[in-house]
């Protein structure tokens, strides 16, 4: 298993540019999640999904977009990038059966740093 | 809303010593789930323990073991015979209910030889 993977590990934009970013689990997992890191403020979630075709706003939403059509994938999208948005970004995923319920699988995350 | 507190920023522990860290929160559930997680510098998030509320028994996993404190709201983890590879950014992590994870904002451990 690839386990949680994340794309791209870094990238750079414009103030005003769109982009996506990709993640995808092959763990068949039913919750995935999306969360940012800055420095000092630990990992707040933006969205989160509980299956294919629902997701919800998380802790900090605003100028991301999420949908899920699979499983398998969760992408994350920035509409028109701000400086405010210069972050990790983390993916991840869990599933609430067995003795490991909970627990939450993370991506290694993508550095994204808007200019 | 769920919030987690570690009221200390920075740790340091001397190597084979132990050392525990802080966590509290805030809910007004009463089955839950809370985690320590580990960032070591290459950024990866590691599990290291997992508490289940209902549970009596504080978790243990080789040298990591938790103080759970229900009534208090109090989670604390206890690092024994540290390592020098424990080093790392230490969080605690309160599940929500539909799958996420509120965190609190860390504690930096730093293990001296």
């Known amino acids: 298993n690839a386990g949680v993977t994340q794309t791209p590990k870094f990238q750079v934009l414009k103030t005003g540019q769109s982009m996506t970013l990709q993640c995808a689990q092959d763990?068949?997992?039913?919750?995935m999640s999306w969360y940012r890191q800055d420095p000092g403020m630990g990992l707040r979630l933006i969205h989160y999904?509980?299956?294919?075709?629902?997701?919800d706003q998380g802790e900090v939403p605003n100028g991301y977009n999420v949908s899920r059509s699979t499983t398998e994938d969760f992408p994350l999208r920035l509409l028109s990038a701000a400086p405010s948005q210069t972050s990790v970004y983390f993916c991840a995923s869990s599933y609430s059966a067995g003795g490991r319920g909970y627990e939450q699988f993370f991506g290694p995350g993508t550095r994204l740093t808007v200019l | 809303a769920q919030t987690v507190t570690q009221s200390q920023p920075e740790m340091s522990v001397q190597e084979a010593e132990t050392v525990t860290l802080s966590c509290t929160y805030d809910?007004?559930?009463?089955?839950?789930?809370l985690f320590w997680y580990k960032q070591p510098p290459s950024r990866q998030m590691i599990l290291v323990i997992r508490?289940?509320?209902?549970?009596?028994q504080n978790a243990t996993e080789n040298r990591f073991s938790v103080n759970f404190q229900k009534a208090a709201k109090s989670f604390s983890l206890k690092i024994s015979d540290s390592q020098l590879g424990d080093a790392a950014m230490y969080f605690c992590a309160y599940r929500l209910a539909l799958g996420g994870l509120t965190f609190g904002k860390g504690t930096l451990l730093t293990v001296n030889p």
């Open positions: 999904s509980v299956g294919a075709g629902i997701t």
């Open positions: 508490q289940e509320a209902y549970k009596q």
């Open positions: 809910t007004s559930e009463s089955d839950y789930y």
């Open positions: 763990m068949n997992h039913e919750y």
